[in-house]
């Protein structure tokens, strides 16, 4: 004879914390309140738990579907011209546009000509200092350019890593 465990509904929730995280409570009591209850066998029953734990810690650690990390010592720096480098950190395919998100690295004295953005750009200084034309960023600082501007020459006198969300301007 099979041994069955009646599931209650709003009990289970409440156990597993999901009615915190995806319905506001009085809404889980009226889901609850029309439910019958369903026999289940012990061992479906804990293959449900098992699998529904599993799926808040792969959650909790970001390494479910749709997550990605990347660490520092990952990926690749390709050379783009004499003492600059970047490094693709996200590229999403779906994006028709071309905007990526990427790390530039920028040997100290290194000067290249300005450039036009098609798309908007979002810079975030991670070490040391990039001019843009007349302004000059360090570590910290934030930029942005609207698409369809240009920036003046850019520069750096004691080199820079900077993130960088945009088009790749080379």
């Keep these: ?19 915190k995280s995806a ?10 309140e029309a ?3 369903v026999p289940l066998s012990i061992d479906v029953s804990t293959r ?3 699998g529904i734990l599993d799926k808040i810690k792969q959650e909790k650690s970001c390494e479910s579907e749709g997550f990605f990390t990347q660490r520092e010592k990952q990926g690749e720096w390709i050379n783009a011209m004499p003492g600059a480098q ?8 779906s994006d028709l546009e071309g905007v990526i998100s990427y790390l530039i690295k920028l040997e100290a004295g290194t000067e290249i000509e ?8 979002e810079c975030l200084m991670l070490e040391g200092d990039l001019t843009l ?14 698409a369809g501007l240009n920036h003046g020459q850019v520069s750096t006198k004691n080199g820079c890593i900077a993130f960088i969300r945009g088009a790749l301007p080379i």
């Design 1 to 19: 004879m099979k041994n069955f465990v009646k599931v209650d509904f709003m009990e289970k929730l409440k156990q597993l914390e999901i009615s």
């Design 23 to 32: 319905l506001d409570e009085d809404i889980i009591e009226i889901l609850a």
């Design 35 to 37: 439910q019958d209850g």
């Design 48 to 50: 449900m738990k098992a």
């Design 86 to 93: 970047y490094k693709i950190l996200h590229d999403d395919k």
């Design 114 to 121: 300005g450039h036009h953005h098609p798309f908007d750009e």
């Design 133 to 146: 034309g007349d302004l000059t960023l360090n570590k910290g600082d934030f930029h942005f350019a609207a």
